[in-house]
């Protein structure tokens, strides 16, 4: 009997095993070729990292692939490399609206991908938008350019066994954003400050985008910079400055990761007692009440992750804002999951709206503290908890706008991103 029950066991562990190799998600370069291409009805250009899309239309925009590995490493720098040669000699000739978007767990750069997809989709909104804003102005429009940034956010195909990458991926994404994604997002910065420099008509822009685990590899890539940033804007100024950020704005959908990762930023931007009106956001947190991966799961792996590291108590009072926590409990929650941290919420709006992009500045700069700002078919609520204009804002979003994990390109909220896009990339 014994030796039936060893034999099970070694068989059942087999078949794991097998499951586990025959699952293993494609550690290939999805866009091998790095020449320009044009898409149209007879050519989808799926094998190319540059893609020219919709050209000579209203919603023309280039679109560009780079690849990283496991390790954080570029799959093949001359990806990168010809995709910064054409972005230069684009900035040489037009000013850029530049948007990075990097995929969460469970995707990838596959042509057949959803997130490529939706991505493209948004950028033909974005592009159409933006020449609507620019004819209405009597200027040109920038050309939007959309990155998007592939990983291998599965390592295992098999359904079910699939759901147990979680905190391997998250190690993965964490070391994706601390090496070669770092790189990427400072040479395109780079690129936009350099077009900058000339005096333009209109300045290019530059504003990225994370979800999920890419949220946490943007954020690992970005954070202290930001911090860099922001102390930069007060010394020696006396707060005549507005506090700057990487390019122009950073948007995490559903990030996965700790909250006390969040806080020194929190921190830095509540001892701020106040902004003045031409500060932008820089830092925009949305968070869906209905995220279950990582209001549930995500602080459940990370009780046995925290277990023998030792936490205190924080007490802060600037600006006469008090704030107590426990750093055990934002050490093991999602940043979008602890409401000491949270700043505002994002809810359906009780009128709904036609987006007025040629007022978003305003609504932006008369915000009150605890007030309620309109944006279109949305509205977002000011929790009284930090200085309005706080250029740092983590957002819990209403379920009906987020009905999940990876459900971020509801055009409710693509609309607001629009707006936030459109309020940081204004002259």
């Not at 804002?321 to 809810?347: I, S």
Request: hydrophobic share 40%.
């Amino acid at each position: 009997m014994s030796h039936r029950i060893a034999m099970t066991k070694r068989c059942l562990g087999l078949i794991v095993v097998f499951a586990l190799l025959s699952g293993c998600a494609s550690d290939a370069l999805y866009r091998p070729q790095f020449n320009s291409c044009v898409v149209g009805p007879q050519q989808g250009c799926e094998p190319h990292a540059i893609q020219r899309h919709h050209p000579d239309s209203e919603a023309e925009f280039l679109l560009g692939f780079v690849e990283i590995d496991d390790q954080g490493q570029l799959r093949d720098r001359a990806q990168l490399q010809s995709l910064l040669d054409e972005l230069y000699t684009l900035a040489s000739q037009e000013s850029l609206l530049i948007n990075v978007f990097v995929h969460g767990w469970h995707h990838n750069a596959a042509p057949e991908d959803s997130n490529v997809r939706n991505f493209e989709h948004s950028l033909a909104q974005l592009s159409e938008l933006e020449s609507q804003l620019a004819v209405a102005q009597g200027q040109a429009p920038r050309r939007v350019v959309g990155i998007y940034v592939g990983w291998r956010g599965e390592s295992i195909t098999t359904p079910v066994l699939n759901q147990l990458t979680f905190w391997e991926r998250k190690n993965t994404a964490q070391e994706v954003g601390q090496l070669g994604m770092a790189e990427l997002l400072l040479r395109l910065e780079e690129i936009s400050n350099v077009k900058n420099t000339q005096v333009p008509p209109i300045k290019s822009r530059l504003v990225v985008v994370g979800h999920s685990f890419g949220g946490l590899a943007v954020y690992s890539a970005t954070a202290q910079i930001l911090a860099d940033r922001f102390v930069d804007s007060r010394a020696g100024k006396a707060f005549v400055d507005t506090a700057k950020g990487f390019g122009d704005l950073v948007v995490l959908l559903n990030p996965a990761f700790e909250a006390l990762r969040y806080a020194p930023l929190y921190d830095l931007a509540q001892a701020r007692c106040s902004y003045f009106p031409e500060q932008r956001p820089r830092l925009v947190i949305l968070t869906s009440e209905s995220d279950y991966a990582t209001k549930l799961a995500f602080p459940v792996g990370r009780v046995f992750s925290t277990f023998f590291e030792n936490h205190n108590t924080i007490r802060r009072a600037d600006c006469q804002r008090p704030l107590v926590y426990r750093e055990g409990a934002a050490d093991r929650h999602a940043v979008g999951h602890f409401e000491p941290l949270l700043t505002h919420e994002l809810r359906p709006a009780s009128r709904r709206r036609a987006a007025d992009y040629s007022e978003v500045e305003s609504v932006w700069r008369n915000q009150q503290e605890g007030g309620v700002q309109p944006y279109g078919a949305t509205e977002l609520v000011h929790l009284g908890r930090t200085a309005p204009r706080n250029p740092y804002l983590n957002v819990r979003v209403d379920g009906g706008l987020i009905e999940d994990h990876n459900d971020i390109f509801r055009e409710e909220i693509a609309e607001f991103l629009r707006m936030l896009i459109v309020l940081s990339a204004r002259e």
